[in-house]
């Protein structure tokens, strides 16, 4: 049994069965050593569940009139409030990811069944969680040499690095179509849902774009997947791509 030592947060988890998430998870968070939550993500097993909340709350209670209503009362611009919810929404599912995908060639579930999330003690969300810590991956994927002997434990490989992107791209899809379209709801569409998808286009090329700064890792791959990752948003009819204010994300 093992316990993580970082923030608080982090110390309290115990890890009774180490899988490859927690591997890939432990890696990101030293990207930001000063800011361990901000790549990477929690396993809801190892934890207790006090703050957190599955994403799909928001569409089902009335968490996001009220995280709406909060941030307009200390901004007083409901413009400015609906776009930053938007890129915490975008970074939350898809900004968070693309680590993984471009230095690691894998990936968590992103779907809307799958992700919690962490809130501090003024109800802003700033950490995420999987319910499902099975990781999808490519064929040569290092934990899976033994796949003729025994299925490993925790992660799943695809076919190629094409079905692993599209299938990343699916399933954020479908966890944020119905989170843009109550945000437009509740803020009386002072913002378009084509901008809020523009947010998550600015969070697959800002987080692709730091990662050689961060790792020095090979810049063409991380582009190359990023874009793909584009590619595939837009075959799904998402308009990703095109220019927007810059958005800032309410995740600590």
């Avoid at 030592?5 to 050593?33: G, Y």
């Avoid at 928001?58 to 307009?72: F, G, V």
């Avoid at 379209?181 to 998550?200: E, F, T, Y």
């Avoid at 998402?238 to 995740?251: D, Q």
Wanted: proline share 8%.
């Amino acid at each position: 049994m093992t316990t993580l030592l970082d923030d608080p947060l982090i110390a309290s988890m115990t890890i009774r069965r180490p899988l490859p998430i927690h591997d890939s998870s432990a890696r990101l968070r030293e990207l930001v050593p000063e800011c361990p939550r901000m790549h990477g993500v929690a396993v809801m097993a190892d934890l207790s569940r006090r703050r957190w909340w599955p994403l799909a709350d928001l569409l089902a209670t009335d968490r996001l009139p009220r995280m709406y209503a909060a941030a307009l009362t200390e901004v007083r611009n409901p413009v400015v409030v609906t776009q930053q919810l938007a890129a915490t929404f975008a970074h939350v599912t898809v900004g968070r990811v693309i680590p993984l995908l471009a230095l690691e060639g894998r990936a968590w579930d992103t779907g809307p069944e799958n992700l919690w999330v962490h809130v501090d003690s003024e109800g802003a969300i700033d950490w995420v969680g999987v319910s499902d810590p099975t990781l999808r991956a490519l064929p040569d994927d290092p934990a899976l040499p033994d796949v003729r002997v025994r299925r490993p434990a925790g992660i799943l490989a695809l076919p190629s690095e094409a079905a692993l992107i599209t299938w990343v791209a699916h399933r954020s899809h479908r966890a944020l179509a119905p989170l843009f379209a109550r945000l437009s709801d509740i803020s009386d569409g002072v913002v378009p849902v084509a901008a809020m998808w523009h947010a998550v286009g600015a969070a697959v090329v800002g987080a692709a774009a730091q990662l050689p700064l961060l790792t020095g890792s090979n810049e063409a791959i991380s582009m190359r997947r990023s874009q793909a990752l584009l590619d595939a948003f837009v075959g799904f009819g998402l308009p990703v791509r095109g220019t927007a204010r810059p958005m800032k994300v309410l995740l600590n």
